[in-house]
């Protein structure tokens, strides 16, 4: 059974800082992505971030470029979520997740190629 838990959601103005955790237990982690995604009210759960648990390369959704950096500490079996000069259309809850084994790189933006996820935290950015 694979645990993960989100945490450093809050509220902050636009321009802000925030930086997510997400703490995972469980089975290996090696051979999975790692990702973050974002659900706003009434819209469809997005693609937000995602890299391979063990390193490499980093995937990023266009609206967040150069804004969001993913980042890991598989020593402690965390996952970072670092959010710079956010806007308010970055509000949302924002989940953790993680990827069934030796998924491609081409579909690690698709929702249904991750299979354990945590249960979210608010994000807040006001104008």
């Known amino acids: 059974q694979v645990e993960l838990a989100e945490s450093g959601g809050g509220l902050v103005q636009a321009g802000g800082s925030l930086q997510l955790t997400c703490s995972a237990s469980?089975?290996?982690?090696?051979?999975?992505?790692m990702g973050w995604f974002r659900q706003a009210p009434g819209k469809e759960r997005e693609f937000v971030v995602a890299?391979?648990?063990?390193?490499?390369?980093?995937y990023g959704a266009d609206s967040v470029q150069g804004r969001f950096r993913i980042s890991r500490d598989t020593s402690h079996n965390v996952v970072y979520l670092q959010m710079n000069n956010l806007k308010p259309e970055d509000s949302a809850v924002y989940y953790c997740?993680?990827?069934?084994?030796?998924?491609?790189?081409?579909?690690?933006?698709?929702?249904?190629?991750?299979?354990?996820w945590g249960q979210g935290t608010q994000v807040t950015v006001s104008s």
């Open positions: 997740a993680a990827t069934k084994e030796y998924v491609r790189s081409s579909t690690v933006t698709r929702v249904d190629e991750y299979v354990f």
């Open positions: 469980g089975r290996s982690f090696n051979s999975r992505t």
């Open positions: 890299a391979l648990w063990n390193g490499g390369v980093t």
